[in-house]
């Protein structure tokens, strides 16, 4: 019955200019329930998440909450009706606290003056709730991406939401941070709380959900029990084809060293003692990981290898070069390539085409240009050639703007430009 489900999306039709990204979609979400809503990259799990937070419209299709049909035009329409979303990209001010974050929007002021004292006892009420752990008075830029998520948990919260979306919420985070969010969404759960959580990693889903829709390229493909249906059988239903969950790897035996790190000194990003490195060889035909918990020195090490981090002493030895004081496009051009962990921020310029982003380590060369003009004809091959190979899935192809495709799609279109140079070191 409907009564049962405190949401109803009902044959839900979304387009954009050259794809249609929801085609017919539904999914209906039981009260106190975690509903995973699972996809392949672009499988269309964001726009419909979207859809339900009043971000887009759609050309067809009805929204129900406890039965009543209702018109989502904006989040702020979503927020009303208990709505609340965090998505993959977290949307924080970081020179904001935590507290400014939380409220924004929604100040409670007398006489033109803000009243934070009642905000923060009704933050930390709901922090200590539902066991975030926050501090209200840190900025945004100084906390762990887990804690940014946190504070984008408290956002909802603090709107009085019943219905939480999570948008790939482990996507960037850490084994143990995992757990954290796990455990935070059952308190919510039982604190009568219903979630819709976007995924494609099926042990999160057997781990929490209770249900589970599948999409695929943009359709509707059934919802299961999720205690009733193994991980084998939902990701057939995701690609249709049958998933191997092992990987067979014969022994490498690693070749010349490619890169030499040397008594490296590299300034902490906050403040504190400076990351040091004594020696560390990668190899010609190894995959080397860099493990540890968020803050011990990773990104520091990433933004000093790329060249967005000055060093203060040691070397860098790239294929026989020091490329320690190297600039940016020196590295590149000797042989250095690197996929950015943030991929809106470092990764894509979102108002350029995908054509012009394939070519913006290497628009100077030929045959992409010469005399200062650009060749439309050969970035466009080139592009074709990329879309293809990575299968990146956009509505107008190379000229599609990379703000407007799927996270996941952005992603394949980072890869396949890093790997389109045959770097010597990828990153």
């Not at 790897?249 to 990351?275: F, H």
Request: hydrophobic residues 40%; glycine residues 8%; negative net charge.
């Amino acid at each position: 019955m409907a009564d049962n489900y405190v949401i109803e999306m009902l044959h839900i039709t979304k387009e954009f200019p050259g794809i249609k990204a929801n085609d017919d979609i539904t999914l209906q979400l039981r009260k106190g329930e975690i509903h995973a809503l699972l996809g392949e990259n672009g499988a269309g799990k964001s726009t419909l998440m979207s859809v339900l937070f009043g971000l887009y419209q759609p050309e067809q299709g009805t929204i129900r909450k406890n039965g009543q049909e209702v018109k989502i035009n904006n989040p702020n329409d979503a927020n009303a009706l208990g709505i609340g979303m965090v998505h993959q990209h977290f949307k924080l001010v970081e020179c904001f606290t935590v507290l400014d974050n939380i409220i924004l929007g929604v100040e409670d002021t007398k006489h033109g003056f803000l009243q934070k004292d009642e905000a923060r006892k009704k933050v930390m009420a709901l922090s200590e709730k539902y066991g975030l752990k926050v501090d209200p008075d840190a900025l945004v830029s100084d906390i762990s991406v887990g804690m940014q998520q946190r504070v984008e948990i408290l956002k909802m919260l603090y709107r009085n939401a019943e219905v939480l979306i999570f948008d790939e919420p482990t996507a960037v985070l850490t084994p143990q941070e995992i757990q954290d969010l796990l455990k935070i969404m059952r308190n919510l759960i039982d604190e009568g709380k219903s979630i819709i959580l976007i995924t494609h990693k099926l042990r999160e889903i057997k781990a929490i959900a209770d249900r589970c829709t599948v999409i695929r390229r943009g359709k509707y493909v059934g919802t299961v029990d999720v205690k009733d249906t193994d991980e084998a059988r939902m990701a057939e239903m995701m690609v249709v084809r049958q998933v191997s969950f092992k990987v067979e790897k014969a022994a490498r035996e690693p070749g010349e060293v490619i890169l030499a790190l040397r008594n490296l000194r590299i300034p902490c990003r906050r403040k504190g003692d400076p990351i040091l490195i004594d020696a560390l060889d990668i190899r010609a035909g190894e995959i080397v990981g860099l493990a540890g918990v968020e803050g011990n020195g990773q990104t520091e090490l990433v933004e000093a290898l790329t060249g967005l981090r000055r060093v203060e002493s040691g070397s860098m030895v790239l294929s026989g070069k020091d490329i320690a004081n190297a600039s940016i496009r020196e590295r590149n051009e000797s042989g250095l390539a690197h996929i950015p962990e943030d991929r809106q921020k470092r990764g894509l310029v979102l108002d350029y085409t995908l054509e012009e982003n394939f070519i913006l380590k290497n628009h100077r060369d030929e045959p992409y240009s010469s005399g200062g003009f650009l060749h439309r004809e050969a970035i466009r091959e080139h592009a074709d050639k990329v879309i293809a190979a990575f299968d990146v899935r956009s509505g107008e192809g190379a000229v599609s703007k990379a703000r407007d495709m799927s996270g996941g799609n952005q992603q394949k279109a980072i890869i396949g430009r890093e790997f389109d140079q045959n770097p010597d070191l990828l990153i």
